[in-house]
């Protein structure tokens, strides 16, 4: 979770929609008032430049195959398997609805 915080924060992406915090229905998270977050949660940005800006972070620590045991020992201490569970668990649950690009 650490790790998509990091991220969050790196990139302007809100806690609300990733969600890291809970958003009252009709209220924009504390980090857009403090401009720390681009405003997907008050409207000023769109859900999907959010969403393009979030796969685009993540590209570099996407693991492409668990099967390739030397890549996964190339990543090391930067990857976070229990974030990487908590992510691919909605996708996997058939949860969220995956947008190829």
């Known amino acids: 979770m650490e790790n998509l915080r ?10 609300g929609a990733l969600g890291l915090e809970k958003l009252e ?8 008032q403090l401009k720390q977050c681009a405003g997907v949660c008050r ?19 996407r ?5 390739d045991a030397r890549q996964l020992d190339a990543l ?3 990857f ?5 569970k908590i992510l691919c668990q909605p996708l996997l ?3 969220a609805e995956i947008i190829l690009f």
Do not use: K, M, N
């Open 6 to 15: 990091q991220i969050a924060d790196e990139h302007r992406l809100c806690y």
């Open 25 to 32: 229905p009709g209220r924009a998270c504390f980090r857009a």
């Open 43 to 61: 409207g000023d940005e769109s859900e999907e430049a959010h969403h393009g800006r979030l796969l685009q972070s993540l590209e570099a620590l």
């Open 63 to 67: 693991v492409t195959s668990a099967a």
């Open 76 to 78: 090391g201490a930067g």
């Open 80 to 84: 976070d398997a229990d974030g990487y």
């Open 93 to 95: 649950g058939g949860q």
